[in-house]
């Protein structure tokens, strides 16, 4: 799970969903009461794990990293990292 620092009310996660990590954003408009959700990866041929926001971006795009690919364990990986911008 990443926070967005600039906007802590969103949230960056991975869930397992049909097998595979996709990454979602989830914002609530009232402090946790509630919470909304919007899929960022879906039906990838991949894990998406480790999403972040990069700390002191203060853009007017929100951006949201992660790790793609396949990971059995931590000395036996064939990942890359993407990257997500979004107009709201």
């Known amino acids: 799970m990443g926070l967005d620092y600039s906007n802590p ?15 979602e954003k989830w914002d ?8 909304h959700s919007l899929l960022i990866t879906q039906e990838s041929n991949g894990l998406n794990v480790r999403p972040i926001v990069p700390r002191g971006y203060s853009g007017a795009v929100p951006h949201v990293l992660w790790m793609f690919g396949s990971y059995e364990h931590y000395t036996e990986f064939k990942t890359g990292i993407k990257l997500l911008t979004t107009k709201e």
Do not use: C, H
């Not at 949230?11 to 990590?21: E, K, M, P």
């Not at 609530?28 to 919470?35: E, Y």
């Open 9 to 23: 009310a969103t949230v960056y996660l991975s869930r397992q969903v049909n097998g595979t990590f996709e990454i």
């Open 28 to 35: 609530t408009p009232d402090k946790g009461m509630t919470w």
